[in-house]
């Protein structure tokens, strides 16, 4: 499958140091506790952990202006106050400052650029950074727990080193502005973004008129979905869009995001899917990679605040696409055991939520059939499938 028959996985421990605040949503435990489940279960071996460095001024520079830059190095000094950064959408409640906040997102998009690299270069065919797909960061803002964009930042290198054309595909709950607005102008890099509706969601963009501007129109793709939307419908949004936006338009290499926030638990979006659509999206964006581009897969991380009972499991199962492994159907004990002690919920003992764990959606038909038009309309209106 594999030159070495393996995927790279982006690790460092300083990724934990992108932390804003004890009590903050964004909680780097959650990957602490996915390492713990992948590596309990057998799913990586010692020489398939890349070390990354973090991104140079220069490589940011690609995606970010640079006085934003600067205003980020400078708040990230331990006396720096947040009242100074506000127009650079610093120091607010969603995106606080914290010392270090520079280094600890440049070790981030460093680790993306990496996995780009690795896989361009040939020395893998997929790669997963979880700590990176930071996708609200903007040119010259912070917004939405994201200080510097890794993903947009991995996709300008490529295009500049390799000249690869890029498909990025979003599956966070949250529509993927910053990589869609950074690349609004470019018909080479096709963003596309599956996303709860912003009607009552962060960022409040994403509808299906945003199709991109100039050269760059019709390559961006928005699919807005209802809230309550659950596993059957949102899968069938995924695939009547992605698969043949992407086989029309024949990328080198596909990055997929893959926040885990539309799960029923997450406590910031309002969406009702299971663990399901978890290990079948990866499934979708790995045969399309194979398909189109001889298997040039980026997978990042990105939203996820259900950190106990949703992220480990989602991206395990990421993980375990990529690399072939056979899922079993429960977690680990000894896994479970050691995370219990400390979780703050019941730990679920199955990758899969067996059916029947959540409660019915009273309006099931009316939003399968709402997101059914909406689907046709993105279709309809991208013009590079006809
Ligand atoms: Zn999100």
């Known amino acids: 499958m594999v030159a070495n028959g393996k995927s790279a996985f982006i690790y460092s421990d300083a990724f934990t140091k992108y932390k804003f605040a004890e009590e903050h949503p964004f ?65 607010t409640e969603d995106t606080p400052i914290f010392a270090g906040m520079h280094e600890a997102t440049s070790l981030i998009a460093g680790g993306t650029l990496l996995a780009a690299d690795l896989v361009m270069s040939g020395q893998y065919r997929y790669a997963l950074n979880m700590a990176g797909g930071l996708h609200h960061a903007r040119r010259a803002e912070a917004s939405g727990f994201c200080v510097y964009n890794d993903i947009a930042v991995a996709i300008a290198h490529v295009r500049e080193k390799y000249g690869a054309r890029v498909a990025y595909i979003d599956t966070d709950a949250h529509h993927g502005d910053g990589v869609q607005w950074i690349f609004y102008e470019d018909p080479d890099v096709l963003t596309i973004s599956l996303h709860e509706t912003g009607k009552y969601l962060y960022p409040g963009t994403g509808e299906i008129i945003e199709r991109g501007e100039g050269r760059g129109y019709g390559y961006a793709v928005n699919v807005p979905l209802e809230a309550f939307t659950e596993d059957d419908s949102w899968m069938n949004a995924v695939r009547s869009v992605i698969i043949p936006t992407i086989q029309k338009f024949a990328p080198d290499i596909i990055f997929h995001q893959n926040g885990c926030d539309a799960h029923t638990y997450d406590p910031l979006t309002h969406l009702s899917a299971s663990t399901h659509i978890y ?27 259900d950190i106990w009972r949703v992220v480990p499991r989602a991206w395990t199962m990421l993980w375990a696409e990529l690399n072939g492994n056979e899922l079993p159907e429960r977690l680990p004990k000894a896994w479970l055991e050691r995370w219990q002690l400390e979780a703050s919920t019941a730990l679920p003992e199955f990758f899969l939520d067996p059916p029947g764990s959540f409660e019915a959606i009273p309006r099931r038909a009316e939003i399968e059939e709402k997101n059914e038009i909406m689907v046709r309309r993105v279709l309809n209106g991208t013009p590079f499938l006809y």
């Open 27 to 91: 909680n780097p435990k959650r990957l602490e506790m996915t390492l713990d489940l992948i590596k309990t279960i057998g799913f990586l071996d010692a020489d398939q952990i890349i070390t990354p460095r973090m991104a140079t001024q220069e490589e940011l520079a690609r995606v970010h202006d640079t006085r934003y830059l600067d205003a980020v190095q400078a708040a990230s000094q331990p006396q720096a106050n947040p009242d100074d950064f506000a127009t650079w959408g610093l120091g």
């Open 279 to 305: 290990r079948e999206m990866p499934k979708i964006t790995r045969l399309l990679a194979e398909e189109m581009c001889d298997g040039r897969l980026v997978a990042v991380g990105g939203g996820g605040y």
